[in-house]
């Protein structure tokens, strides 16, 4: 893959995070994650189309704290993916897209679900849970 903006952006950021006493402990074309004693920060490079879509798509709500853009359920469905993919011992991710599938399995774009799991190869698991969760 050629050297591109994001990269140079997850570079700095790396480095940044490195002066700054971080220690990073994953990184990966996706995701950076860095922790600092009891401080962790998570970073999600969105790169390929379809994360840049997700997040096109946000919506934007107002919260106690301001105007927050959120991703809808079938993408963090694909970011609970994404993050259990990068650490398979994050199983609270796993359990997270069982009750997210389990609570909206009428009103999610299920072409979308399917597209993220294609990603990382694991459309078989998407059907177990499919399954488990009707």
Same mark, same amino acid.
């Given at each position: 893959?050629?050297?591109?903006?994001? %990269?140079?952006?997850?570079?700095?950021?790396?480095?940044?995070?490195?002066?700054?006493?971080?220690?990073?402990?994953?990184?990966?074309?996706?995701?950076?994650?860095?922790?600092?004693?009891?401080?962790?920060?998570?970073?999600?490079?969105?790169?390929?189309?379809?994360?840049?879509?997700?997040?096109?798509?946000?919506?934007?709500?107002?919260?106690?704290?301001?105007?927050?853009?959120?991703?809808?359920?079938?993408?963090?469905?694909?970011?609970?993916?994404?993050?259990?993919?990068?650490?398979?011992? !994050?199983?609270?991710?796993?359990?997270?897209? !069982?009750?997210?599938?389990?609570?909206?399995?009428?009103?999610?774009?299920?072409?979308?679900?399917?597209?993220?799991?294609?990603?990382?190869? %694991?459309?078989?698991?998407?059907?177990?849970?499919?399954?488990?969760?009707?």
């Amino acid at each position: 893959m050629a050297y591109t903006a994001y %990269r140079v952006v997850a570079d700095k950021i790396h480095e940044t995070l490195l002066t700054l006493g971080y220690r990073c402990i994953h990184r990966s074309e996706d995701a950076g994650n860095y922790l600092r004693g009891h401080q962790r920060v998570d970073f999600l490079f969105a790169h390929r189309p379809i994360a840049r879509r997700m997040l096109a798509e946000a919506r934007e709500l107002t919260t106690v704290f301001g105007l927050m853009r959120v991703v809808s359920t079938e993408g963090l469905i694909g970011l609970k993916l994404q993050g259990f993919i990068n650490n398979p011992r !994050r199983t609270q991710d796993l359990e997270d897209i !069982r009750a997210l599938l389990r609570a909206n399995r009428r009103e999610l774009r299920l072409d979308d679900v399917r597209e993220y799991f294609k990603i990382f190869d %694991r459309e078989a698991l998407l059907e177990d849970l499919l399954n488990e969760t009707e």
